[in-house]
């Protein structure tokens, strides 16, 4: 993540889901506002990367910097650790909390995502606060790429938190009337959960549960 005049790293991006009616659908003045931000912002933003690090933030060449345009935001929510607690197989979407001041928007070119913008919403106003490397905007476009055929709604950002600090990346859908979700590649190690091989949609409830038992195997006493 390149916090602009202060300092670089990576943004962690968390639990993407598609949920409908949470955010504001396209053509609602909030949506289009978060895209239109990101669009001013954008040149600025790409022109503080540093000449010899624009392929950690995917770009092949100055050339494609200018070629860069914003596309669909993410909308963000969260599963907090007390919720996950006491899940016994709930719709993802009943508990999933929306965060209305922060949204990503991917940086694409040529159609195809090569990082990501973090806009959040101060005193009323919407900007630019950090952008993306390219590891995980590459994650997002193969996910786009298998949820795009016959998933409905707007994609959104969701982070499963749990109590030992860690927490779960995941991409759901809306697909067929049912959510599926497909796991990602967590940024907390300590999770241990062995992801499948292949990029899967499956059903949310035995992921949630699974984080859940994990959850409570790492707060029990030690003997």
């Known amino acids: 993540m390149m916090r602009r005049n202060v300092w670089i790293a990576v943004i962690n991006i968390l639990v993407v889901v598609t949920l409908a009616g949470a955010f504001p659908r396209v053509g609602c003045t909030a949506y289009e506002d978060v895209k239109a931000v990101a669009q001013r912002g954008l040149h600025a933003w790409l022109s503080a990367i540093p000449e010899g690090e624009r392929q950690s933030y995917g770009f092949k060449s100055a050339a494609e910097l200018t070629q860069a345009r914003v596309g669909e935001p993410y909308a963000i929510a969260i599963i907090d650790a007390t919720t996950l607690d006491s899940y016994t197989g709930a719709d993802i979407s009943s508990i999933a909390r929306e965060v209305s001041t922060r949204v990503y928007v991917p940086i694409e070119v040529g159609g195809q995502i090569r990082a990501l913008l973090e806009v959040s919403r101060k005193n009323g106003t919407w900007e630019i606060v950090a952008i993306g490397r390219e590891p995980v905007a590459r994650q997002m476009e193969q996910a786009r790429r298998l949820t795009t055929s016959g998933t409905t709604g707007h994609p959104r950002v969701i982070r499963v938190f749990l109590k030992n600090n ?28 062995a992801l499948p091989s292949t990029a899967t949609l499956i059903e ?18 030690s003997k």
Request: hydrophobic content about 45%; overall charge positive.
């Open 166 to 193: 860690s927490y779960q990346d995941l991409l759901a859908v809306v697909k067929g009337g049912r959510t599926l979700v497909l796991p990602l590649v967590s940024s907390s190690p300590a999770l241990r959960w």
């Open 204 to 221: 949310p409830k035995p992921v949630l549960l699974n984080l859940r038992d994990i959850q409570l195997r790492s707060i029990q006493p």
